[in-house]
């Protein structure tokens, strides 16, 4: 008997996910594994996958496959956050670097897995406190896997931000934004701005602004057992906080997010077959100097 006996499937909310959610069911039928999904996601498919909760989703899957992009992975993620399911990225569309294989290659991929053949990826996250209105005084709980932001509304004014590591202030930003971000999201947002690109593998925090007003415009490596912090200054705008990209709440002067890192909050599935460097030259379209070629 092989190591799966229920998958999860989290779908896209808009490209076609028929086939793969097909491939998915095909390859379980003949192997007695139960191929479930959310009401919300395969109801709109006519398929043999079962509609069940999120909670239970995520207690009965052994493996989560996410059919979709980075955002779609992201979410995923989110979703079997501290427990040891690993998440497999389907590429539905365009190249990111969460997914590791498309459509064509799924029954491969579930035979290698029900028998063992991969490996996982730890993926650090950012847990945090966000304000969110007076139903909830003490904060509505975020988690993240690329980054937490601070990002200037517009028309307001810059997002002035004190920076703490460990409850000791080092430096003020006056910027577009400024974020903090795991290894996973130094390639997202944290690039943009002008942060490194950091292996996956290295448990490390960054902390970038994007577009700083200000002579100093580093960015800020931290080891994970470094928590920063960020301070609304009082001359600041009111500013959005974005986790992962989705607005999950809007802060002015005196509002603090200190931010914990989580190590190994979710595990992707990879086989092998493609590096870290390699997605990230194709998806960030890497060259080199032109004195050199």
Request: proline content about 6%; charged content about 20%.
């Amino acid at each position: 008997m092989g190591q799966l006996h229920a998958i999860g499937l989290v779908l896209h909310p808009e490209r076609d996910a028929k086939a793969a959610v097909d491939a998915v069911v095909e390859w379980a039928r003949g192997r007695d594994v139960a191929v479930l999904g959310l009401p919300e996601e395969i109801d709109r498919l006519v398929c043999d996958a079962v509609a069940v909760p999120s909670h239970e989703l995520v207690h009965r899957a052994d493996l989560l496959i996410s059919l979709g992009g980075d955002g779609t992975m992201l979410r995923s993620m989110r979703l079997v956050a501290g427990h040891a399911t690993p998440v497999l990225g389907v590429n539905l569309g365009r190249l990111g670097f969460l997914a590791e294989i498309d459509v064509c290659d799924l029954p491969t991929a579930l035979s290698d897995i029900d028998a063992g053949r991969y490996s996982v990826e730890p993926r650090m996250a950012l847990r945090s406190v966000v304000p969110d209105g007076p139903e909830q005084p003490d904060g509505k709980p975020v988690l993240a896997f690329n980054d937490l932001a601070l990002v200037r509304i517009p028309g307001q004014a810059s997002a002035a931000i004190a920076t703490s590591v460990q409850g000791q202030e080092f430096v003020r930003y006056a910027a577009d934004a400024v974020l903090v971000s795991t290894p996973t999201g130094s390639t997202a947002y944290s690039f943009s701005a002008g942060g490194p690109i950091v292996s996956p593998t290295v448990d490390a925090v960054l902390v970038v602004a994007a577009s700083a007003h200000s002579t100093f415009d580093r960015a800020l490596v931290l080891a994970a057992d470094e928590r920063p912090s960020l301070l609304v200054l009082p001359v600041s705008g009111q500013l959005a906080v974005e986790v992962d990209g989705r607005v999950e709440a809007y802060v002015g002067p005196g509002v603090r997010l200190d931010v914990t890192p989580v190590r190994a909050a979710a595990l992707v599935v990879r086989f092998g077959r493609t590096t870290f460097y390699e997605r990230a030259r194709r998806k960030l379209r890497v060259t080199g100097s032109l004195e050199v070629e």
